[in-house]
């Protein structure tokens, strides 16, 4: 199994200051055929399912505001949040969806 | 509105069986691979198992022959049938789309249903 390792397990930043967190995968995740890696991040707010966010690394989910972007290649990727809002307090996953099972990292809480 | 509505969940003892069921609506259900993915108080995320739009199956080792997963495409619905409980298997279990194309993220989640174990 592919395992996905989250860095930081919680992290508390500022009002519209940038959060960043990272994922590394211990293997390569890059879907074959194109240059795209089978990369997701997932956002989990109290009480709520999960919410995707980005897929193929970098590529924002319908509706989620630009303030969230996805980036890396190789086994290290990265969700940044540029601008922090209240809103953004959750749980964040990194998954791979390269090979079964999918596997998802150990989560990162962020606060303000 | 896409949804899946997740429902069956509840108090199983260790050792029995409990069936949960996702209904789907607001797309064409026989066209996505599906899924059931869990999630035990204040942990991660764990995937458990997936379905194919051709019926083909894939289980984690933590759930493979004790449960399993089916569709039935004329109502709109997925199940997972879970035998020999144990504590383990307690939590949120979440019934989950995968996107329409090859290699996709999982773009709708259910509310979620509570299975817990007692022994």
């Known amino acids: 199994d592919i395992v996905m390792t989250q860095s930081p397990d919680s992290l508390a930043v500022s009002l519209g200051e940038r959060a960043t967190i990272n994922c590394k995968s211990s293997?390569?995740?890059?879907?074959?055929?194109?240059?795209?890696?089978?990369l997701a991040w997932y956002q989990q707010k109290p009480g709520q399912p999960p919410k995707l966010l980005i897929y193929w690394t970098s590529t924002r989910e319908a509706g989620v505001p630009d303030r969230f972007s996805g980036s890396g290649s190789g086994t290290d990727f990265t969700l940044t949040i540029s601008s922090l809002q209240a809103e953004d307090v959750a749980v964040y996953y990194c998954q791979q969806y390269y090979s079964t099972p999918q596997t998802f990292g150990q989560g990162t809480k962020v606060e303000i | 509105e896409v949804q899946l509505v997740e429902s069956g969940g509840g108090l199983g003892q260790a050792g029995g069986s409990l069936r949960l069921s996702c209904a789907a609506s607001g797309f064409t259900f026989r066209n996505y691979d599906m899924h059931w993915v869990r999630q035990a108080t204040g942990k991660g995320l764990e995937w458990v198992s997936g379905i194919g739009t051709g019926g083909d199956t894939d289980y984690a080792v933590s759930v493979r022959g004790r449960f399993t997963i089916s569709r039935e495409n004329a109502k709109n619905s997925l199940y997972l049938q879970m035998n020999s409980l144990t504590a383990g298997d307690t939590a949120v279990y979440y019934c989950?789309?995968?996107?329409?194309?090859?290699?996709?993220?999982?773009?709708?989640w259910g509310q979620g249903t509570t299975v817990t174990v007692s022994s």
């Open positions: 293997q390569s995740v890059s879907c074959s055929s194109n240059t795209k890696n089978c």
């Open positions: 989950v789309r995968e996107g329409p194309t090859v290699w996709s993220a999982f773009d709708i």
